[in-house]
């Protein structure tokens, strides 16, 4: 059995549309097994139980890329991580169903050629790079179409607490609503608070990134969406974090400078919206990682 873990994504990191993003510590565990049936998949809702399920599809881009015959499976999908909320549930899928066909193949597809085939499948690079290297990433396609990607450390003394409403807000819904151009001013402003939000994350530097979490893009335009932003965006404030949608929406991300307050934020959101999920969270510095084991024994990871 293949067991692969790929951990949940929060991308765009508020002033990063479409170039950056982070690992956390919210994981999807994806098993594939040897089948007499054609497909078998267990674990997600029925509408993803057949052909197109996204898993499945990318296991298949992965064996035709290896010019391999497509084996009987069966899938098992162990995953938490809520689908059209903003943590890449979709990269998941795309990056669980590769790795597994290179797993299947003794490692066939390299980390380079996995990353190209993600970003093709996802259309853009920015939950997929992270989902597959872990950390914070920074990604954009080069003219041949390339995934170009640097890393950048987070400091430790950053405490992430992830507010996942009970309400879906779908990607392709919160592209439609942004404009189609923007001017060279908000431009200025866009390139330059992302410089510095990402060195402010790998400082911890709390005021910096305060500071330059103030996105002209996409958020005041997805903020709409949210019925509930501004008053999770006030709970994170009162306790001096920052907060951001992360990927598309529906979450929203605060980042605080220590624990207690990142505590207490948890706290008062929850008691804001007892029906949210809130959850503390890390970075993740592994991105994806597999398991091959036979009758329970771990063969290699
Ligand atoms: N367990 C799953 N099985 C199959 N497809 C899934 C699963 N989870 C998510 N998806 C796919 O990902 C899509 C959600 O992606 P998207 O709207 O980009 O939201 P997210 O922010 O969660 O990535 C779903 O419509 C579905 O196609
Ligand atoms: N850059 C994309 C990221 C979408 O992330 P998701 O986790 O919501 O799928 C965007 O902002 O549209």
Redesign the pocket.
């Known amino acids: 059995m293949i067991k692969i873990k790929v951990p949940a994504t929060s991308?765009n990191v508020g002033v990063g549309f479409d170039c950056l993003g982070l690992a956390v510590s919210y994981y999807?565990t994806i098993t594939f097994d040897n089948s007499s049936e054609h497909l078998v998949?267990t674990?997600?809702?029925k509408e993803?139980q057949n052909e197109?399920?996204?898993?499945y599809q990318a296991f298949v881009k992965g064996c035709q890329f290896l010019d391999k015959p497509v084996p009987n499976v069966k899938i098992g999908?162990e995953?938490n991580?809520?689908?059209?909320?903003?943590?890449?549930?979709?990269?998941?899928?795309v990056v669980a169903g590769l790795k597994a066909a290179s797993v299947w193949y003794d490692d066939a597809i390299s980390v380079d050629q996995l990353l190209v085939l993600a970003t093709e499948m996802e259309g853009h690079p920015d939950?997929v790079t992270p989902a597959i290297l872990g950390g914070l990433c920074v990604s954009f396609l080069d003219d041949q179409n390339k995934p170009q990607i640097i890393q950048y450390h987070v400091s430790d003394k950053l405490h992430f607490v992830a507010m996942i409403p009970d309400y879906?807000?779908?990607?392709?819904a919160a592209r439609k609503v942004l404009p189609t151009s923007m001017s060279y001013a908000d431009a200025i402003h866009q390139v330059s608070h992302c410089a510095v939000m990402t060195k402010a994350l790998e400082l911890g530097d709390s005021h910096m990134i305060h500071v330059a979490c103030d996105d002209r893009m996409h958020e005041p335009y997805r903020a709409k969406l949210i019925p509930d932003y501004s008053q999770a965006k006030n709970i994170t404030e009162q306790l001096g974090g920052t907060m951001y949608i992360s990927?598309?929406?529906s979450?929203m991300m605060a980042i605080t400078a220590d624990e207690k307050s990142a505590d207490q934020l948890a706290a008062n959101a929850k008691a804001a919206f007892p029906r949210w999920n809130v959850r503390k969270l890390a970075v993740d510095s592994f991105g994806v990682v597999s398991e091959v084991s036979e009758r329970g024994k771990v063969l290699h990871r």
């Open positions: 991308a999807s998949i674990g997600s809702p993803f197109n399920n996204l898993v999908i995953t991580v809520p689908v059209a909320r903003g943590l890449g549930s979709s990269s998941i899928c939950n879906e807000v779908s990607t392709h990927g598309s929406g979450t």
